[in-house]
Structures are given as structure tokens and as C-alpha cells.
């Protein structure tokens, strides 16, 4: 079945980029989804990309997919302590039609040290 | 608008017990999801209902029940509580057709003793 991966922890600096992984299974996912979890509340959207794009970028914000590997990555640039939260990537299983159903990955925690 | 709203926000529970988590949305979506989330483990659709007077099995639906009362509300029950069940439950509505958004609820913090 579809399978979503990504590393558990991720520590940067405030000011450094971070730079946040993900592996996916399904190739014929239309749509790939970031979502960010701040502390003690669900998750929001934060970001999309199209299956067709290599790129999408949105002010501090770069998605980069490579579907050839099935990897899709989520880079943010001068990352702040607020950007402080859980990442996960997402993905729309083969067949969920108009459900709008989501394969979560595990979730990235990012932490921002000052 | 409110969004989604779940209760209780806490709630302890002993081995053996049953209580129903309630979710309402206001956005007029049609799909509504229940999630629990634990540590390492993401996010693990328990339940979805894809229409009102539709309900589904996710990935991890043993030791759960759901209804979806209305539009609006879609409840998740347990029947008999046991430690594994020990997690944060979300509740989510969707909107889009091309692309989907998923509005989560605050969660639920379920302890069961």
C-alpha cells in the first residue's frame, strides 16, 4: 500500500535554512501537501505542489519534488523560533476519488534553536 | 466562523469504560475524518465519512465506532476503553476537489488508565 517517510528530528539555528524530507510511494499522486502542526493544536496547510512541478516556491518557503525518486522536500529559508513545530508531508492514495483522503508521513519535528 | 470544534479538550478514562468524542464543523464540508496521532507513529486515520449518511474504515478502526449524525457532526465512540487507546484525536473536515484541504480541530487528549 501507499507509504509516506520522514525522519523524526530535525535541530537548526535561527537564521540557518532547514531543509525537511520526505518520501512517497504512490507515483500517480496529483497533489503533494505540507502540513504544520504548532504545539497543542491540529494541523494546518501550509504548502502544495502540483505532481507536474520540480519547483514551487513561496516567500521563505521552497518545495522541491523529484519524481523520479519519489522524494519531495520542503526547504525553509532563514527559519525563525516560531517556525518551531511538527512538518508532515502528505499525499492522496490511488483511488480516494473525491474523498479527500491524505496519507500522512510520520511528521518532521523541527526545532529552532535561538 | 468557528471551523472545527472538538470535546472535550481532556478527558481520563479507566479500562473498560466507553465515552463519545464529538466533532462539529461549520464550513458545510462533506468529508469529515478521525485521526490519532502518537509519537513516531504521524497521523492514523482511524474512521472517515466521505458524505453525510457514509462512514468508512481507515487504517487503524478496531475498538471504534463512528456516526455521522448530520452535515455537521460526525462522533467517535468508544465502546470499551483499553490502555492502547491512550493517544490525541483529531478531527478534520475537507474541502476541494482538485486539491484538498484538511481543517483539523484542536484534538482531543484521551488517557486511558
Redesign the interface.
Known sequence: GEDVE?S?FLSVREGDSSVINCTYTDSSS??L?W?KQEP??????LT?IFSNMDMKQDQRLTVLLNKKDKHLSLRIADTQTGDSAIY?CAE?PHGS??????I????TTLQVKP | NAGVTQTPKFQVLKTGQSMTLQCAQDMNHNSMYWYRQDPGMGLRLIYYSASEGTTDKGEVPNGYNVSRLNKREFSLRLESAAPSQTSVYFCASVRGSVIWEQFFGPGTRLTVL
Do not use: E, P, R, V
Open positions: 520522514q523524526l496529483t497533489y501537501y502540513y497543542g493544536a491540529g494541523l494546518q496547510l502544495y508532515f492522496t476519488g473525491n474523498t479527500g483522503k491524505l500522512f508521513g510520520q511528521g
